[in-house]
């Protein structure tokens, strides 16, 4: 859709991974000032914001603007990569205070489980949308649907996150 090969779409995201990179480093200071959940729910925004543009790539936005887009999103995916971790860490932490007894191995068991559960669904969903509404540049509509499908999740996914009580 971008009139590239199919090679670029890799050093676009190899962009964005060295983006998340080299945000990681500010997180703490950041976390520290802001908290886990707020600042995962900004960048969680942030990133359905440039999922939903993605559907735009090669049609309205230009291969330069697709690109910076596609960078930018190294922040919010720095933020996703260490953030639930922590979060999951603390659910642990006041869970073993409370109750009186330790079960990291349950919580992060449960966390791999959705995990899981997350990527199965993804690979229903995405073969259906490409059989559906194309994968290809003559019928392209199931690559341009999937970035929106994907911004939706996820502020799906902030009604659940709006639930998080540990405050810090």
């Known amino acids: 859709m971008l009139g590239v090969s199919a090679e670029y779409s890799g050093y676009m995201i190899a962009g964005a991974f060295i983006a998340a990179l080299l945000c990681m480093p500010f997180l703490p200071k950041i976390i520290v000032k802001y908290g886990k959940k707020k600042v995962l729910m900004m960048t969680s925004v942030l990133f359905a914001l440039i999922l939903f543009l993605t559907g735009f790539f090669g049609v309205v936005l ?86 929106p499908i994907a911004a939706a999740a996820i502020m799906i996914g902030l009604i659940f996150l709006k639930k998080y009580s540990i405050p810090y």
Do not use: C, W
């Open 62 to 147: 230009p291969l330069n603007i697709s690109f910076a887009i596609v960078i930018l999103a190294g922040i919010p995916l720095s933020v996703i990569f260490v953030i639930p971790n922590a979060m999951i860490a603390d659910i642990a932490e006041l869970d073993s205070i409370e109750k009186g007894f330790r079960r990291e191995g349950m919580f992060f068991g449960a966390q791999g489980l959705v995990i899981k559960i997350v990527i199965g669904l993804s690979s229903f969903v995405t073969p259906l949308l490409f059989g559906l509404f194309g994968y290809s540049s003559a019928r392209h509509l199931g690559i341009q649907l999937g970035g």
